[in-house]
């Protein structure tokens, strides 16, 4: 049976700029981890560690079908809290002009990814 075009999901370019965002924050957390510290053994388990305690927390609270998603505004607080550790520790590797662009854009992004999502799940106004 085929699905009605209601069916499927519209994707703008705004969901695909905060999806590419939110890969972005896994690569800014695996090399916040990297940079932190001189051990090799530590910066690879800091690299891998960090980025997949962030997915594991996104997958669990954050993500749209997630089982125990965060209601709303508590959902935009997590993901700013964490878009704004893993600027932190882009920060304290020595980039701290790439850690501040990061910053802004995320919070852009991920603030006008949440306003759309709460518009998109809002009953529509009846006749």
Do not use: C
Not at 17 to 28: R, S
């Amino acid at each position: 049976m085929p699905l009605e075009p209601r069916d499927h999901p519209r994707v703008t370019a705004l969901d695909a700029a905060v999806f590419l965002d939110e890969l972005l924050l896994l690569a800014v957390f695996a090399a916040g981890g990297y940079g932190l510290v001189d051990n090799l053994l530590l910066r690879i388990v800091l690299a891998l560690l960090l980025p997949s305690t962030a997915a594991a927390g996104w997958g669990r609270w954050l993500a749209p079908n997630a089982a125990r998603r965060l209601e709303h505004p508590r959902r935009l607080v997590a993901k700013l809290a964490l878009v704004a550790v893993a600027a932190v520790l882009l920060a304290a590797t020595g980039h701290p002009w790439w850690a501040l662009a990061f910053l802004v854009i995320s919070v852009a992004l991920v603030t006008g990814g949440e306003l759309v999502d709460q518009r998109r799940r809002q009953p529509p106004p009846r006749p």
